[in-house]
């Protein structure tokens, strides 16, 4: 416990550099969710071999062919979400889990889907030592949403392609759907809301996600 807490310790001024030199400067302004990246320690989601560039403003590689995302990319979506603290929030793509932490601090319960199980178990991992208990994880199809748990206030989805029928499905009225649209890594974050009659859109930043894939990968 105390090697743990003295780590911990060693990350807080590379994690307020982040906050203060990555993210305020680029617009993210949400003050629940530039604490909730100072708080978050970004290094435990990462490999040890790349322990010390877990704050710097990049993307890094975690197995598979599959990235976390730059902090920047994280707080921004996060941001565009505009959580309050009582959702539910259904993630598509664990990943490590990195921004699924990021998403617990700022929501009730994050549901979460990761098709390839040796990620699905490293993030189940990373996020008990981290100690996010509000968070469920499940392995398997990230394009059928969570039926079990729907509807969701909002539905996050960290990898680029095209929206599922099935997630507006399992949207509450009034809840939002992000994603990262588009296809060969060329991709624009799109927010849709789910209205009573329709749906109301808007296009905005551009950005490089790894590919939707569907099915879960089984080895």
Same mark, same amino acid.
């Given at each position: 416990?105390?090697? &743990? ?16 030199? &990555?993210?305020?400067?680029? #617009? ?6 530039? &604490? ?8 435990? /989601? ?15 590689? *975690? ?21 309050? =603290? ?10 490590? +889990? ?43 199809? =990230?394009?059928?949403? @969570? ?7 909002? *539905? *996050?989805?960290?990898? #680029?392609?095209?929206?599922?029928? *099935? @997630?507006?499905? &399992?949207?509450?009225? #009034? +809840?939002?759907?992000?994603?990262? $649209? ?18 109301? $859109? ?6 490089? /996600? ?10």
């Amino acid at each position: 416990m105390k090697i &743990q807490r003295k780590q911990s310790l060693s990350f807080e001024r590379p994690r307020r550099r982040m906050v203060e030199e &990555q993210l305020i400067p680029r #617009g993210v302004s949400d003050t629940r969710v530039l &604490q909730a990246m100072a708080t978050v320690p970004r290094h435990m /989601f990462v490999d040890a071999a790349l322990i010390g560039y877990a704050y710097q403003d990049s993307s890094l590689p *975690i197995g598979e062919g599959q990235t976390i995302s730059q902090p920047f990319m994280v707080a921004r979506m996060s941001e565009l979400l505009s959580l309050q =603290g009582h959702e539910r929030v259904l993630e598509i793509g664990t990943g490590c +889990g990195y921004q699924t932490a990021v998403l617990s601090r700022l929501c009730q319960r994050v549901y979460s889907i990761e098709r390839i199980p040796t990620l699905h178990t490293k993030a189940r991992q990373n996020l008990r030592q981290a100690r996010h208990a509000n968070v469920m994880l499940k392995c398997g199809d =990230g394009l059928l949403g @969570w039926d079990e748990y729907a509807p969701f206030d909002a *539905i *996050i989805v960290t990898a #680029g392609g095209f929206a599922s029928d *099935i @997630w507006m499905q &399992q949207l509450c009225e #009034g +809840g939002v759907l992000l994603m990262p $649209e588009g296809e060969h890594g060329s991709h624009r974050l799109v927010r849709r809301r789910k209205l009573h009659e329709g749906v109301e $859109e808007e296009y905005l930043d551009t950005c490089t /996600f790894v590919p939707l894939l569907k099915g879960e990968l089984r080895r």
